[in-house]
């Protein structure tokens, strides 16, 4: 199962012309993966960089999903790194777990979620969280921390997925009554 995964996943980064092995070659066509000047506060680094350095549960989307710029480019972002391959093109699954449910296999605040896509579900569990909710789905999350370029790519990210939520609103960020106050 989880070969399958990634033999899906690596295809798809073939597709996208994703180098994933060197990083030297032709800049990516897609504007977003350059980090928008300013757009987070402190200086860019990887999400995986992003991640050591930050105390957990501090990890705070800066970006609201009603901002459709930020939507967009997130959107970008999100077929750029090949997230689509395995969660369909707007997070509503396809060989992996749906994102836009209010079923959330970690948690779904801000924090936890960042994180799970940085390390990749392994890492994270190493790191003592456990799984909460089951996906009709159930297989390993790549580590995507050093695919998507920046801290601030991965937000656009998030934003993009939190704007393509459907299930009940009081779930939107975690399943009650662990939920992380929404954002504001
Ligand atoms: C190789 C396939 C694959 C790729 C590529 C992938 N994911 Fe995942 N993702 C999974 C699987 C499988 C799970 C479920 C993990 C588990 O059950 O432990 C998951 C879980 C998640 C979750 C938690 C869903 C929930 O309901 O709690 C989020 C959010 C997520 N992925 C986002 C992303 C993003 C963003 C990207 C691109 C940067 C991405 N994924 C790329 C396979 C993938």
Known sequence: MSKTFWIGWLS????SGIDVVGAQGQAPAAPAAKPAAGAAAG???TP???VESTPKGQLKNPY???NAAIVAA???LYFHTGCNGCH???GGGGMCPPLTNDIWVYGGDDDTLFRLV????????AKGYTRIGMEHVVGPMPAMGAIVPTDDDLWKII???RSNYTGSPASKYGTPPDAAPPPG
């Not at 940085?118 to 569990?125: T, V």
């Open 48 to 50: 995986s960089a992003r």
């Open 12 to 15: 798809v980064l073939m597709l």
């Open 74 to 76: 997130g959107k970008g």
């Open 159 to 161: 934003t993009f997925i």
């Open 43 to 45: 200086a860019a680094m």
């Open 64 to 66: 609201k999903d009603d």
């Open 88 to 90: 369909g093109g707007g």
């Open 118 to 125: 940085a390390l990749g579900s392994d890492a994270l569990l």
